[in-house]
C-alpha cells in the first residue's frame, strides 16, 4: 500500500478499518455548522462513551439506596472493584493478573512509586524522562526531587526531539542512559506519548537502564 496525504485515500483506509463501527459508541461534539468535530484531545479528555452514562447512574443509585453498605453490594461493589479489573488489565499490558493493581490515579501512582525507588545517592541522583511529557507527570518528578533536597535544574534530564524534529529517538535516549549511567537513578519514559503519540520502544530503554541499575518506573501503557 503507498501512503498519499490526499482526502480520498484517508476517507479509503477509514472506509477499511475494522475498528471504525467505534465511532458509533461515543459522543461527538457539534461545530458550529452543527457537524460531528474532528476530535484529536484524547491525551487529556477523551470522548464520552455512550454507555457512561447509564453506569455512572447506576452507581450514583447504589449511593443514594444504600449508603455506605454500596462499598459491598452485589453487581458492582465498590470495596473490591479492582478485582473484576485484574484480568483485563493483565492481557492489556501483557502481564500476569498478580502483576496488576487498578488503583489511584496516574499522578498518586507515580509518588507512590518514586517513594519506594527514587533513593538518590551522591552520585546517582539523576532522573531521566522525555520532553514533552504529560505536566502532571513533570510535576510529581520536580515534587519528588525537591522532597530530597535536590534542584531540578541539576537532578532532572529531559530527552528532547532534535532540531527540526517533533519526536525523541529512541536511540537518544538509550544514548543518553550510556553517557549518564553513573549518575541515573531513575529513568521514567511514557510508552505513548501524550502529545506526539510517538511509541517508545520500553523493552529497549529498559534493558539499557536495567544495565546500569537504574529503575524505569513509567507504566508501559498509559492513561
Same mark, same amino acid.
Given at each position: 500500500?503507498?501512503?498519499?496525504?490526499?482526502?480520498?485515500?484517508?476517507?479509503?483506509?477509514?472506509?477499511?478499518?475494522?475498528?471504525?463501527?467505534?465511532?458509533?459508541?461515543?459522543?461527538?461534539?457539534?461545530?458550529?455548522?452543527? #457537524?460531528?468535530? =474532528?476530535?484529536?484531545? $484524547?491525551?487529556?479528555?477523551?470522548?464520552?462513551?455512550?454507555? %457512561? /452514562?447509564?453506569?455512572?447512574? *447506576?452507581?450514583?443509585?447504589?449511593?443514594?439506596?444504600?449508603?455506605?453498605?454500596?462499598?459491598?453490594?452485589?453487581?458492582?461493589?465498590?470495596?473490591?472493584?479492582?478485582?473484576?479489573?485484574?484480568?483485563?488489565?493483565?492481557?492489556?499490558?501483557?502481564?500476569?493478573?498478580?502483576?496488576?493493581?487498578?488503583?489511584?490515579?496516574?499522578?498518586?501512582?507515580?509518588?507512590?512509586?518514586?517513594?519506594?525507588?527514587?533513593?538518590?545517592?551522591?552520585?546517582?541522583?539523576?532522573?531521566?524522562?522525555?520532553?514533552?511529557?504529560?505536566?502532571?507527570?513533570?510535576?510529581?518528578? #520536580?515534587?519528588? =526531587?525537591?522532597?530530597? $533536597?535536590?534542584?531540578?535544574?541539576?537532578?532532572?534530564?529531559? %530527552? /528532547?526531539?532534535?532540531?527540526? *524534529?517533533?519526536?525523541?529517538?529512541?536511540?537518544?535516549?538509550?544514548?543518553?542512559?550510556?553517557?549518564?549511567?553513573?549518575?541515573?537513578?531513575?529513568?521514567?519514559?511514557?510508552?505513548?506519548?501524550?502529545?506526539?503519540?510517538?511509541?517508545?520502544?520500553?523493552?529497549?530503554?529498559?534493558?539499557?537502564?536495567?544495565?546500569?541499575?537504574?529503575?524505569?518506573?513509567?507504566?508501559?501503557?498509559?492513561?
Amino acid at each position: 500500500m503507498q501512503f498519499s496525504t490526499d482526502e480520498r485515500f484517508a476517507k479509503q483506509l477509514d472506509a477499511e478499518d475494522p475498528l471504525r463501527g467505534f465511532r458509533d459508541k461515543f459522543h461527538l461534539p457539534l461545530g458550529k455548522d452543527g #457537524k460531528p468535530v =474532528i476530535y484529536f484531545a $484524547g491525551n487529556s479528555l477523551g470522548l464520552m462513551p455512550k454507555p %457512561a /452514562r447509564a453506569v455512572v447512574d *447506576e452507581e450514583l443509585d447504589n449511593w443514594a439506596r444504600l449508603g455506605v453498605d454500596a462499598h459491598h453490594a452485589t453487581g458492582t461493589p465498590w470495596y473490591t472493584y479492582h478485582e473484576p479489573l485484574r484480568e483485563p488489565t493483565a492481557r492489556l499490558v501483557g502481564a500476569k493478573p498478580i502483576e496488576v493493581i487498578c488503583m489511584n490515579s496516574l499522578t498518586v501512582n507515580l509518588h507512590l512509586m518514586l517513594a519506594t525507588f527514587y533513593r538518590p545517592a551522591k552520585s546517582r541522583f539523576k532522573i531521566l524522562m522525555e520532553d514533552p511529557a504529560f505536566p502532571s507527570d513533570t510535576y510529581a518528578i #520536580k515534587t519528588q =526531587i525537591v522532597h530530597h $533536597g535536590l534542584d531540578p535544574k541539576d537532578a532532572l534530564m529531559l %530527552a /528532547r526531539p532534535r532540531q527540526g *524534529e517533533f519526536t525523541v529517538r529512541n536511540e537518544d535516549i538509550v544514548d543518553l542512559i550510556e553517557k549518564n549511567r553513573d549518575q541515573l537513578a531513575v529513568v521514567m519514559i511514557g510508552a505513548v506519548n501524550f502529545f506526539t503519540g510517538q511509541l517508545h520502544d520500553i523493552e529497549k530503554i529498559t534493558t539499557a537502564a536495567q544495565k546500569h541499575g537504574s529503575h524505569r518506573q513509567r507504566p508501559a501503557v498509559t492513561a
